[in-house]
């Protein structure tokens, strides 16, 4: 308290709040001398900003768990997105932000919207990285999430994105997150002659040029590749029918004993001779055996009407990059319409109930993060 801006020798010290936190000061005061505090919607964004300028960790604590628990789960999206979120990442509260991000990441096209024009282009950096970082959004396609990034860059309030050695750090910061490799060819052409600012035209094309090489390999092949393994190989939940699918199993549905399976649904493209997509599901089956832990991973064709030849390539990942891959390829036919999918390591089989007991490196903030991807046999 007594640094360079105070006199210790006054007898009266005068504090100096924000207008929004005098009147929860006592309230703050309390905690620090009798350990309580009545927590409401109201009170606890104040008494946060007074925990963390006064370095009261429990305090902090205690703000937080109330906000991700009783507060955030009721706001409406714009007060999320313009209080919580703006003063989380401000004030770095990563269980806040993540809370705030899970929100955002359903409704992002909102965000990301002509009516949030204003919001989006006005946040700040760490925010939009934050936001990008985040594998769980719900967006149609990728390049739509390109586009944003390309109007928050050359919004025309904030020229000082565009200065030399300041988009140089934000493109650093913010290219790596983009997942280009899940754009078409046409798209990632667009990419390449698009709106980048001139003090950065170069920065992207790296990235641009690895999406290329990706998309040209065969799916054995991405599975090999270290280079193939980080960030902007995952996917995000694309809303359009692709040939990609992500799939988040909680620890609870992994543990449970009442579930003998477990099945997620998803739809892909068909191939080129077919109008309707395909269905799929993924299937985790346990043993009906009472102590036996073993647990198969089934990749089914569900609906299937006539021959599938596919590559498939079966990822395991956290939210940074990918942990684990195993690619194969499958004639998935009506008397044979499903397919065992085993993961290695060092060569030997890795049994997946291995792959998902606790702890495990595999089981990310008590999620499992797969992710799948298809490609016809031509």
């Known amino acids: 308290m007594f640094a360079d801006q105070w006199d210790g020798h006054k007898k009266v010290v005068h504090l100096m709040e924000e207008p929004g936190c005098t009147e929860d000061f006592s309230s703050f005061l309390r905690f620090l001398y009798c350990n309580h505090v009545i927590l409401h919607p109201q009170n606890t964004l104040p008494i946060l900003v007074l925990a963390d300028k006064y370095n009261v960790p429990s305090l902090k604590k205690v703000c937080q768990d109330y906000a991700i628990h009783r507060i955030l789960p009721h706001l409406s999206l714009k007060e999320l997105y313009t209080e919580w979120f703006s003063y989380a990442t401000r004030a770095y509260h990563p269980p806040i932000i993540r809370a705030c ?36 959004l719900i967006v149609s396609n990728e390049f739509i999430v390109w586009k944003a990034v390309l109007r928050w860059l050359n919004s025309p309030s904030h020229p000082e994105r565009r200065e030399p050695i300041t988009v140089a750090k934000l ?6 997150l983009i997942r280009f490799p899940f754009m078409s060819g046409e798209e990632l052409a667009e990419v390449e002659e698009g709106e980048m600012p001139e003090t950065a035209r170069s920065l992207h094309l790296p990235f641009v040029n690895l999406a290329y090489k990706y998309q040209a390999q065969p799916l054995a092949r991405r599975a090999q590749a270290v280079e193939f393994s980080g960030c902007q190989f995952l ?39 077919q109008n309707d997509g395909w269905k799929w599901s993924l299937k985790i089956i346990g043993s009906n055996y009472g102590g036996d832990e073993t647990k198969r991973v089934i990749l089914v064709a569900e609906e299937i009407d ?43 089989e890795l049994p997946f109930h291995e792959v998902i007991r606790d702890p495990s490196l595999f089981v990310d903030a008590n999620e499992l993060h797969i992710q799948l991807m298809l490609k016809p046999i031509e």
């Open 171 to 176: 493109m650093n910061n913010l290219l790596p």
């Open 235 to 273: 996917v995000r939940l694309y809303s359009d029918v692709r040939w990609t699918a992500r799939i988040i199993l909680s620890r609870h549905d992994l543990d449970s004993r009442t579930r003998p399976e477990i099945s997620s649904s998803f739809m892909t493209r068909a191939s080129a001779i």
């Open 306 to 348: 006539q021959a599938r030849s596919v590559e498939y390539l079966f990822t395991i990942c956290d939210e940074s990059k990918v942990l684990r891959s195993v690619a194969g390829r499958k004639n998935f036919t009506k008397s044979r319409d499903s397919t065992e999918l085993s993961l290695k390591h060092k060569g030997a």
């Open 101 to 136: 991000i899970s929100s955002i990441g359903h409704q992002f096209e909102t965000v990301i919207g002509e009516e949030w024009q204003s919001e989006w282009e006005s946040a700040d950096a760490e925010q939009i990285e934050h936001i990008l970082r985040h594998n769980s």
